[in-house]
């Protein structure tokens, strides 16, 4: 007896605009519920009917918010055929769907490209919904984790590019992190310590200023104490020899 032909994997992309890719092409995902309903599954596995309509549209009577969850299972399964199943009162997946944030809910490492490119905040296309409390928090919950796994990578990269003195590598990793984390204050002297041993003590103070204002304008704080200290050694110490070789131990020795 023939076996009929399996189906190839449908992939799904969470990071930028929302994409179902199929063997037959990709489709863009516009709906908003659509989207937080194929997330949820995503992050958590398999979820009960009733707690995904509890999560989607809270503050709606039990009939409603299931009929909503239903006409978008059946906009989804339309777009991609028995993409979501279900068993019981719970709704899943079907078997082999991949994904493009499996590193957010577990040990896997997240790719270098990705990282790159995690201050553009685009997990689920920028998506937030501050009329709902409990979605939006879930929601800045894997954000954070999306900075937390970009920073660790990326700082790891910096850090080895510092320690074999690629110092230009190592200010482009930092200057990333920076950028998705504006107040990461030891990035910031880290960067700093990267242009003085790179010969630019000038780019240095000048970093110090910029984020400076950063936190002055964003948080109506200045930086810590580590980080002012560091500047005004930098001010103070021209060609010293000996700070030279403290610049270099620190970075030598940073740490996230």
């Not at 700082?155 to 510092?162: D, G, T, V």
């Not at 960067?191 to 002055?216: D, K, P, S």
């Not at 930098?234 to 060609?239: A, G, K, R």
């Amino acid at each position: 007896m023939t076996q009929p032909a399996k189906r190839n994997k449908v992939a799904i992309q969470f990071l930028g605009q929302v994409t179902i890719r199929t063997e037959y092409g990709d489709i863009v995902v516009n709906d908003k519920k659509a989207i937080l309903l194929m997330f949820v599954l995503a992050v958590r596995g398999a979820t009960s009917r009733q707690q995904m309509a509890s999560l989607l549209w809270p503050g709606t009577d039990s009939e409603h918010s299931q009929g909503s969850l239903r006409l978008r299972i059946h906009k989804i399964n339309r777009l991609c055929p028995g993409l979501i199943q279900s068993h019981l009162n719970s709704i899943f997946f079907e078997p082999d769907v991949e994904h493009d944030i499996r590193f957010l809910t577990s040990d896997d490492e997240i790719s270098l490209d990705v990282a790159l490119e995690a201050h553009r905040d685009h997990l689920v296309g920028s998506l937030d919904f501050p009329e709902n409390p409990q979605l939006n928090a879930m929601l800045n919950h894997y954000k954070g984790q999306f900075v937390s796994k970009s920073s660790s990578l990326l700082y790891k990269h910096a850090r080895n590019a510092a320690t074999t003195r690629n110092l230009d590598q190592a200010v482009y990793f930092l200057n990333r992190i920076l950028l998705l984390s504006p107040h990461n204050e030891t990035a910031c002297r880290n960067l700093m310590r990267v242009h003085v041993l790179n010969g630019c003590r000038a780019t240095a103070i000048e970093t110090y200023e910029a984020f400076r204002r950063n936190m002055r304008e964003s948080l109506g704080i200045e930086p810590d104490t580590k980080t002012k200290r560091l500047h005004m050694d930098i001010l103070s110490t021209q060609e010293d020899p000996e700070y030279q070789t403290r610049i270099s131990e620190a970075l030598d020795s940073m740490i996230l």
